[in-house]
Antibody
Framework: EVQLVESGGGLVQPGRSLKLSCAAS????????MHWIRQAPTKGLEWVAS????????YYRDSVKGRFTISRDNAKSTLYLQMDSLRSEDTATYYC???????WGQGVMVTVSS | DIVMTQGALPNPVPSGESASITCRSS???????????LNWFLQRPGQSPQLLTY???TRASGVSERFSGSGSGTYFTLKISRVRAEDAGVYYC?????????FGSGTKLEIK
């Protein structure tokens, strides 16, 4: 069974950092590009970042460029999102998903507030 | 950035009727390979999004034939035939032709 399980969310003060993880199982993780997608409370979906299967290519939305870093460890079948200099507008549920969007995690909540 | 604009539904939709959701992109979603890179998703309340169709009209694995995507260029439609209670939720279109990937604002479907 394919599973994507996010972790690492929580309440953090503005300007601080947080690192999300997405543990994959049930498929060959290294064959898939991956996405992070977020959803602010009561709002729609917003693409955040993507990474190629090897990790050699990464893409970011402008509002997180220079603050967020997407990475992966194919040996551990795990995707990461390092979030630095967090802002209140980063408050959202963060989902990881495969590049084909066939599989999504359950989401992890990140709240940026003082 | 490519802007995705979704239409609204005349909610609630009676069970057994059909519903069509429109999605318009600010730029053609046809890529140089000839494919049109438009996805549709359903997000049921409290759940993660689920892929319904990709390349405009190809149904994802396990998705009911009641869902059909159509369109070309910049105008797209998702038709849901014989709606059921389980179809309730918010539907999103997404362009994956180029970065940044962008979603429509969502269309809510309520069932009567």
């Amino acid at each position: 069974e394919v599973q994507l399980v996010e972790s690492g969310g929580g309440l953090v003060q503005p300007g601080r950092s947080l690192k999300l993880s997405c543990a994959a199982s049930g498929f060959t993780f290294s064959n898939y590009g991956m996405h992070w997608i977020r959803q602010a409370p009561t709002k729609g979906l917003e693409w955040v970042a993507s990474i190629s299967p090897s990790g050699g290519s990464t893409y970011y939305r402008d509002s997180v460029k220079g603050r967020f870093t997407i990475s992966r460890d194919n040996a551990k079948s795990t995707l990461y999102l390092q979030m630095d200099s967090l802002r209140s507008e980063d408050t959202a549920t963060y989902y990881c998903a495969t590049d084909t969007y066939d599989y999504w995690g359950q989401g992890v909540m990140v709240t940026v507030s003082s | 950035d490519i802007v995705m604009t979704q239409g609204a539904l005349p909610n609630p939709v009676p069970s057994g009727e059909s519903a069509s959701i429109t999605c318009r992109s600010s730029k053609s979603l046809v890529y140089k390979d000839g494919k049109t890179y438009l996805n549709w998703f359903l997000q049921r309340p409290g759940q993660s999004p689920q892929l319904l169709t990709y390349w405009t009209s190809t149904r994802a694995s396990g998705v009911s034939e009641r869902f059909s995507g159509s369109g070309s260029g910049t105008y797209f439609t998702l038709k849901i035939s014989r709606v059921r209670a389980e179809d309730a939720g918010v539907y999103y279109c997404q362009q994956v032709r180029e970065y940044p990937l962008t979603f429509g604002s969502g269309t809510k479907l309520e069932i009567k």
